[in-house]
């Protein structure tokens, strides 16, 4: 446990860096179950907290702390839950992330996770062991300003929304089919959920069931997601995604959506009738109710960047007050945009820029320059995804932990290479050579040293096919420099680095055959993830570990061991 003295000291830190505003400490209890839900119509076991999912919404305000118990009552899996976007500054143990910063939390005991939000905005929580996110657990983290303090924008209501891809098979299944030889891939989500509810359509059930509860569209788990709105009030939407595969486009009929907010950060307004959004990201987008009031309106998600023709979008309802809220729209849904166009993406991408009063201007210069090459590849004839052409592999002990006590035997000491062969490697082509290799082998920064990413993206195994991948790093928010098409030119293209307003994110795609240049300073102690936040990327290797200022972090708590090397300690 860590000493309640540790959690004030740190609000005191908070208060003298000239916050200012009493902070408080929330608390939660909750218990994580198995359940059988029909979020889409179709009956499967999922994952609950405290009998819902999505789970609980976190609401609280900058400089608290958080303590939530998560007692795990799932009968054979253990669990652990990532606070997505919170930098965990000072309490790296508690970033969630099993086999990284701690151990897993087992069937039938209870841990307890105490951090402190120490800035507001839209973030999200989830499971983050093996592809368990897939199964429901998941939730919105909310963190307003303190008193008295108000936005560089107005609004009247706020509300949050979270969209999700959906998978009849379970994650067992999943993972079984990925880990085979001969690859069985997952396929397109059966369905797309608007927080927690879509429509499967039961009449496409290739065996049709003998039980009548399995797909049942009367089901009230499934009936769509509703948005009541006042005629002429603005509302700020919250806008995450927690899918495990899909890129999608967001979008309310009829509608303007201001993006005001990405990850956390002011953004400088700009106006989209389609949000294109991807996994693990999370924004605000500004909406007005100033159209008919006497009808409804559709609120539509859709796949883009892969086909999915077998995948219905996801549907839900503005509903004007006092239209009734089971009256349908008058018209049929808007049309998705076009699957494999990646312009509208890119340009949306280059299109976010720090608001004017709000940005922080990154260091002039890196220190150290990382091009992570993103592939897939086989290992004794098992796909895998690799970075710079190795896959990575969890250890049994925890990397903080084996790293606090130098434990060197817990994983590889050899370091992934810091880049690629750029001058020969074709982007375009799939690679002649399919074999890789394994490694759970980290990268070692210099504490407070400033990193350049260069996320780079190639062909797949299949012929002239590259995907998009949303990159997710824990422990920290990165300037995004910049995006390009094709491969990255180390001589010209740094030249064309956004220094002047670049937002920062935790969050960011690389858009296919493309490039996407990050920067970020190495200033919080810790062992964090960086990886493909899609599920099956990264159980199949798309991810690294960086590792700074380990000398810094403080007296580990004995709740996180317990697995591997760890135990005894």
């Not at 009929?253 to 700009?270: I, M, R, S, W």
């Amino acid at each position: 446990m860590v000493p309640v003295m540790f959690l004030l000291l740190i609000q005191l830190i908070a208060l003298l860096n000239g916050y200012g505003v009493e902070a408080r400490i929330r608390q939660y209890k909750w218990e994580v179950k198995n359940e059988f839900k029909s979020p889409d119509c179709y009956r499967k076991m999922v994952i609950t907290i405290n009998g819902r999912t999505p789970g609980p919404t976190i609401r609280t305000q900058q400089n608290d702390t958080i303590i939530v118990e998560v007692t795990n009552s799932l009968f054979t899996e253990n669990t652990a839950i990532h606070w997505h976007g919170i930098r965990q500054i000072g309490t790296p143990w508690f970033d969630g992330s099993e086999g990284i910063t701690q151990c897993p939390i087992l069937p039938g005991t209870t841990f307890k996770y105490q951090f402190v939000v120490d800035r507001p905005g839209t973030y999200v929580y989830h499971a983050h062991y093996g592809m368990q996110r897939d199964s429901g657990l998941y939730g919105s983290i909310i963190v307003g300003l303190p008193d008295g303090e108000s936005e560089p924008f107005a609004y009247d209501y706020d509300r949050n929304i979270i969209l999700n891809d959906w998978y009849h098979n379970s994650t067992t299944e999943q993972a079984v089919g990925l880990s085979k030889v001969p690859f069985q891939w997952i396929g397109e989500p059966q369905s797309l959920l608007i927080h927690g509810r879509g429509r499967f359509n039961c009449s496409s059930l290739s065996v049709p069931s003998s039980d009548p509860g399995l797909c049942n569209t009367t089901n009230p788990d499934c009936s769509p997601f509703r948005l009541i709105v006042v005629p002429g009030k603005t509302y700020r939407l919250r806008v995450s995604s927690l899918t495990s595969l899909s890129a999608l486009s967001f979008q309310i009929e009829g509608h303007n959506l201001t993006v005001v907010e990405a990850d956390g950060h002011y953004v400088e307004p700009f106006v989209v009738q389609n949000l294109f959004i991807y996994s693990g990201e999370t924004y605000s987008v500004l909406v007005k109710a100033d159209q008919d009031p006497t009808t409804n309106y559709w609120i539509t998600s859709n796949i883009v960047s892969r086909p999915a023709p077998n995948t219905p979008p996801g549907q839900g309802v503005l509903v004007y007050y006092p239209n009734h809220p089971r009256r349908s729209p008058p018209t049929i849904p808007p049309a998705a945009p076009v699957w494999n166009d990646s312009r509208p993406r890119m340009a949306q991408s280059q299109a976010i820029k720090a608001r004017r009063g709000y940005i922080h201007i990154p260091p002039a210069v890196s220190d150290r320059v990382i091009v992570f090459l993103n592939t897939q590849n086989e290992i004794n004839g098992r796909r895998r995804w690799s970075v710079n052409n190795v896959s990575f592999t969890h250890p049994h002990t925890p990397y903080l932990i084996a790293l606090k006590h130098n434990l060197t035997q817990a994983f590889d000491q050899n370091p992934p290479p810091d880049g690629y062969d750029f001058l020969n490697y074709d982007i375009y082509e799939r690679h002649p050579n399919a074999n890789t290799t394994s490694s759970n082998g980290i990268y070692r920064l210099n504490f407070n040293s400033t990193v350049d990413i260069i996320l780079q993206n190639a062909n797949t195994m299949n012929p002239k096919n590259s995907e998009t991948h949303p990159w997710h790093l824990h422990g920290h928010d990165f300037w995004v420099l910049g995006y390009g098409e094709g491969k990255f030119d180390m001589f010209n293209d740094p030249n064309k680095y956004n220094l002047v307003n670049p937002i920062m994110k935790n969050t960011v795609p690389v858009h296919p055959f493309g490039w996407t240049a990050l920067r970020f300073k190495a200033d919080n102690p810790g062992a964090w993830s960086f990886h493909c936040h899609i599920e099956s990327h990264f159980f199949m290797g798309m991810g690294v570990v960086f590792a700074e200022g380990i000398e810094k972090v403080g007296k580990l708590p004995s709740s996180i061991m317990g697995c591997g090397q760890t135990q005894g300690l």
